[in-house]
């Protein structure tokens, strides 16, 4: 079946500083990704979608500039924390949409982001 | 009104009973419908997908829809501990392939030996 490689699985980081995180579809072509976030015992809030060669599109209420999203390649999609501070402690997770189409959307394993 | 909810639970039941998890979602528009399990510190894994009104069935799971009543449920027979997550129920509003997913809340299953 389709798998989304996802890293790091965990990352800590120092305040102010930025975290990439990469979302790869191994065995398929995705020409779009989506990026969650989810908080502890809270569900999974969907931050932006991103398409391959073009902007992507933030969900009301998440900051553009701080969380940078890159989808260049239809294998590849990369989200950077930007000056990250502690309330963007969270578990980030991708997922992928086959371009061959398809049922169900498969999730990475997800990035555990710790800012202290 | 949240586009999609469920009941957080806990929804405890013993081993071996039929768990039942109910759904509701509040645009008319949607057409896919998915059921995803969550264990702690995981990430979301696929259950069962549906489209159509009536009942979709695989191996101890049965997902409902009732469209008129913007109502999708799954049912789990034979539970077993090992079922014990969180179950995500999800909407998309476009077709299966090009809309995006919102997430219920989830609710906390339990299924005691």
């Known amino acids: 079946g389709a798998v989304v490689s996802q890293h790091p699985s965990w990352v800590i980081c120092k305040s102010g500083t930025s975290v990439k995180i990469e979302c790869r579809s191994l065995?398929?072509?995705?020409?779009?990704m989506f990026w969650y976030r989810q908080f502890p015992k809270q569900s999974l809030m969907l931050m932006a979608t991103?398409?391959?060669?073009?902007?992507?599109?933030?969900e009301q209420g998440v900051e553009k500039d701080k969380f940078l999203i890159n989808h260049a390649s239809l294998t590849l999609s990369t989200l950077t924390v930007t000056s990250a501070h502690p309330e963007d402690s969270s578990f980030y997770i991708c997922?992928?949409?086959?371009?061959?189409?398809?049922?169900?959307?498969?999730f990475g394993s997800g990035t555990r982001l710790t800012v202290v | 009104q949240k586009e999609v909810e469920q009941n957080s639970g806990p929804l405890s039941v013993p081993e071996g009973a039929i768990a039942s998890l109910n759904c509701t979602y509040s645009?008319?528009?949607?057409?896919?419908f998915f059921w995803y399990r969550q264990y702690s510190g995981k990430s979301p894994e696929l259950i069962m997908f549906i489209y159509s009104n009536g009942d979709k069935e695989d191996g101890r799971f049965t997902a409902q829809l009732n469209k008129a009543s913007q109502y999708v449920s799954l049912l789990i027979r034979d539970s077993q501990p090992s079922d014990s997550a969180t179950y995500l129920c999800a909407v998309s509003h476009g077709s299966s392939n090009t809309g995006k997913l919102i997430f219920g809340q989830g609710t906390t299953l339990q299924v005691k030996p």
């Open positions: 997922s992928a949409l086959p371009l061959a189409g398809g049922d169900g959307y498969t």
């Open positions: 991103s398409n391959e060669g073009s902007k992507a599109t933030y």
């Open positions: 065995d398929f072509q995705a020409t779009t």
């Open positions: 645009d008319r528009g949607s057409q896919s």
